[in-house]
């Protein structure tokens, strides 16, 4: 009999799907207005900018590091979904702009976009056991080890990807950066509830 308060391995393979191709796309947005964001997602896109390779293998690249952590923190099931999540994010993000193209697109509003879109990825992963960055486990470990709170790791690491942010792009171009990234914090912060979904 099927548990109720559990996921399939088709409700796991559609929500890798969707939360890997929406971020995809996301990604696809920020790229396209030269705009930043925060997490390890941040970090590619910086190391993109700053050296003029792709988002999508540099990113597969700068997740590497952390999957031996997630394994011995986390498990075995939540590395291999986040594997499979940032290699088919890196992989659409390759291809992403081939497909999709905009012809007047507002900072303004691509940056709320990114947000938006970005959010609602990384909660269809978070709700199935996986994720797209390794900054996330980092914090998780320090704080088991230390007891500083995840969070504040969290913040401390974006603090300095937008400080690095600011050599490679004006101060306007990194204040629209830092409202898409708010609104992806706030999307996650709000809809986010283990009180309020309860299946694993």
Known sequence: MTDPHRHSVLDDAQAIAYG???????????????LVTGQTAGLAVLISYATGWGFGPVFFAVNLPFYWLGWRRIGPAFVFKTFLAVGVMSGLAMVFPRWVSFA??????????????????????????ASLGGVGIVAIWLQDRTGFRAGWTQLLFDVVIFALALTLRD??????????????????????????????
Do not use: C, E, K
């Open 20 to 34: 890997a191709g929406m971020a995809a796309f996301a990604i696809t947005i920020l790229t396209h207005l030269g």
């Open 104 to 129: 007047d697109l507002d900072p303004i509003v691509g940056a709320v976009l990114f947000g938006a879109i970005s959010g609602s990825a990384l909660l269809a992963l978070f709700r199935h056991g």
């Open 171 to 200: 101060a306007a171009t990194v204040a629209i950066s830092a409202l898409g990234a708010l609104v992806v914090n706030l999307v996650i912060a709000v809809n986010h509830r283990r009180d309020r979904y309860v299946a694993v």
